[in-house]
């Protein structure tokens, strides 16, 4: 009875494609967050050093 799932194991592609879509936004979000903060230290150091 535990392990009765309603749903099969594994992804379908349309829930791979999702994912992928996901993953790269997430990636391009980090990258431009470290950038921002690379430039705000820049003129941090620039500004008060």
């Known amino acids: 009875m ?9 992804q379908t592609d349309a829930d791979f494609a999702e994912h992928e879509k996901t993953y790269h ?17 820049a003129l941090l150091a620039f500004f008060l050093g």
């Open 25 to 41: 936004l997430f990636l391009q979000l980090v990258k431009y967050t470290v950038i921002g903060v690379a430039a705000l230290l």
């Open 2 to 10: 535990a392990e009765d799932h309603a749903h099969p194991a594994g």
